[in-house]
């Protein structure tokens, strides 16, 4: 069984609480042996894929396998041309770890409703978008990927993960996936 759940912020990726304030994956009424594979912080939402298959951690999660996952990300301030092709060089350097090039351009106007609560909103200083295309998932990389180039995150949501995107999947609902969109998950 493969699961997409569209995770809201202010949820922990795993079931059993960790004595904060978040939420955990319980409150979802989720089927019996599902777990999450990889995660996104409490602070991220979007695509989260759970499942009661273990061999699937490995073909999604191991860095060699270099398995497509995508972002739209909201930044503070914008990005010119060089701050992308840093992002897309694989050679920005976070925590003595210099990270695989992915992909990244601006986007112009996503269609993402209004995180609850808010991000912070700043008079002065515009935000903008960036969709990023990573191809390994090291704790909080984006996050610390643009804040690397001046460019703190204030909201990150995983659109896709292979060539299955999130789309008709409420925020905070899910569904198991049908043969034809397992399939795209294991896309490159």
């Known amino acids: 069984m493969l699961i997409a759940l569209h995770k809201p912020y202010g949820v922990l ?37 759970l499942s009661d298959e273990a061999s699937l951690n490995n073909t999604l999660l191991l860095p060699e396998h270099r398995h497509p996952r995508t972002y739209h990300v909201q930044v503070e301030g914008i990005p010119d041309d060089d701050d992308i092709v840093l992002l897309q060089s694989g050679t920005l350097s976070i925590q003595d770890h210099i990270v695989l090039p992915c992909s990244a351009r601006l986007l112009s106007n996503p269609k993402h409703g209004e995180r609850m609560p808010p991000i912070r909103q700043r008079k002065y200083i515009p935000d903008s978008w960036i969709e990023m295309t990573l191809h390994e998932g090291k704790n909080r990389q984006v996050r610390k990927m643009t804040a690397a180039i001046g460019h703190p995150t204030l909201r990150l949501i995983r659109v896709a993960i292979g060539s299955f995107h999130l789309t008709d999947i409420e925020l905070g609902t899910w569904r198991e996936l049908t043969n034809e969109e397992r399939l795209m998950v294991f896309e490159r």
């Open 13 to 49: 990726s795993q079931f059993t609480t960790d004595g904060s304030k978040y939420a955990t994956l319980a409150s979802f009424n989720l089927p019996p042996f599902v777990y999450p594979i990889g995660r996104l912080d409490a602070d991220s939402e979007g695509l989260l894929l």
